[in-house]
């Protein structure tokens, strides 16, 4: 099992970036996931999480109204699209993925990240 976050990069306050969420050995459409991400000098933060019970999702507060989570079934492929970022958004991004329906906030699985640099 192998997950791989991508799409990072740099990018101005204000801009967008889509992050990706590739799998390899499970099937994303049955697994929650969670995106996770650690500025420098800082511990890991949850960002949101999408359950695959109904799909619905939670995010942080900081992150609400700016990043957005779908699902490409046919690509088994998860995409987290931030909006509107801000200095603070800067980190590495995580992606993750868990066997059970709900976000509970436990992952199974963890993909390397992808470094995004918010910066003018």
């Known amino acids: 099992v192998q997950l791989q976050a991508s799409g990072g990069g740099l990018v101005q306050p204000g801009g967008s970036l889509r992050l990706s969420c590739a799998a390899s050995g499970l099937t994303l459409d049955y697994y929650t996931i969670g995106w996770f991400r650690q500025a420098p000098g800082k511990e890991r933060e949850w960002v949101l999480c999408?359950?695959?019970?109904?799909?619905?999702?939670v995010y942080t507060d900081s992150v609400k109204g700016r990043f957005t989570i779908s699902r490409d079934n046919a690509k088994n492929a998860v995409y987290l699209q931030m909006n509107s970022l801000k200095f603070e958004d800067t980190a590495v991004y995580y992606c993750?993925?868990?066997?059970?329906?709900?976000?509970?906030?436990?992952?199974?699985?963890w993909g390397q990240g992808t470094l995004v640099t918010v910066s003018s």
């Open positions: 999408v359950s695959s019970n109904d799909g619905s999702t």
């Open positions: 993750a993925a868990d066997p059970k329906r709900l976000c509970t906030g436990r992952y199974v699985y």
